[in-house]
């Protein structure tokens, strides 16, 4: 279960499964693309003070379970985690833009739901065995 924490007033424990995919469903998250998007996110989650505390890819799309603050808005979260990564991968992978000439790396829609402590475990097999097929 999702760790409760406390803030200067009030208590919460908030966890939310995102899911979003790459720009017409172009399978680029393999082999050093996916593993740096992952520190990156990761790295961007750190930066903005929430968590990411399961994340795997299936070559067009990352799932995400992100543990955050009541100060989180899920649209800002969303615009900091596709945006920075986005321009970090075209800047560190150049050949992305080969399959990507619009110049966009992810569909700007997205998938997100809430987590409970009823559903986290199962979340988490489901995000853990995106890769297992």
């Known amino acids: 279960m999702s760790e409760i924490k406390h803030g ?20 680029i ?23 990411i505390s399961e994340i795997e890819s299936d070559s067009d799309h990352i799932h995400l379970l992100v543990d955050c603050t009541p100060q989180h808005s899920i649209p800002g979260m969303i615009k900091a985690l596709k945006g920075v990564s ?3 991968l075209f800047k560190e992978f150049p050949k992305i833009r080969q399959k990507l000439w619009g110049g966009n790396l992810w569909n700007p ?14 979340i988490r097999t489901y995000i853990q065995n995106q890769k297992v097929k």
Do not use: M, P
């Not at 939310?16 to 399978?27: E, F, G, N």
């Not at 998250?29 to 968590?51: H, M, P």
């Not at 829609?109 to 199962?122: G, I, K, M, P, R």
């Open 8 to 27: 200067r007033g009030y208590v919460y424990a908030i966890q939310y499964h995102i899911v979003w995919c790459v720009k017409y469903r172009h399978k």
């Open 86 to 88: 986005a321009r970090l």
């Open 29 to 51: 998250l393999v082999e050093e693309i996916d593993v740096r998007l992952k520190e990156i996110l990761v790295q961007i989650a750190s930066d903005n003070n929430f968590t």
């Open 109 to 122: 829609s997205y998938f997100v739901a809430t987590v409970s402590e009823h559903t986290e475990a199962q």
